[in-house]
């Protein structure tokens, strides 16, 4: 599974992701300052489920209906680096299967949302 990581996580954890063995992607690695709808043209083209702590993103998925590889939203208080990190192993412990999906973080709480997409 490769992840594309907006702008808004930080970059430390992107490291450390990278370094657990993860591909990821940081947004401003390819482009600064990308809008959102570039930001899901480029995870639908490369095959990256996004992360993001930007509720726009969902919108636009669920809404309406952009192509996107799947999308993970961070909807937490962002306490620190390994906070982070674990809630997201813990995803990715939980949900094998991450892509065409809308999955929100919550403190104690992981939804899930299957996406129906126009292809």
Request: zero cysteines; glycine letters at 4%.
């Amino acid at each position: 599974m490769k992840f594309l990581a907006n702008e808004n996580i930080p970059l430390e954890l992107v490291k450390e992701l990278r370094d657990s063995g993860y591909d990821i992607l940081r947004v401003d690695e390819v482009k600064k300052g990308m809008k959102d709808n570039e930001v899901l043209d480029l995870s639908f083209k490369e095959k990256r489920v996004l992360i993001t702590f930007d509720k726009d993103f969902g919108r636009l998925a669920v809404k309406e209906k952009r192509k996107t590889t799947g999308i993970i939203l961070l909807r937490m208080q962002p306490k620190s680096i390994p906070y982070i990190k674990d809630k997201l192993l813990l995803l990715f412990k939980k949900i094998k299967e991450l892509e065409g999906k809308f999955i929100v973080v919550e403190e104690n709480l992981i939804r899930e949302r299957k996406l129906n997409q126009e292809v």
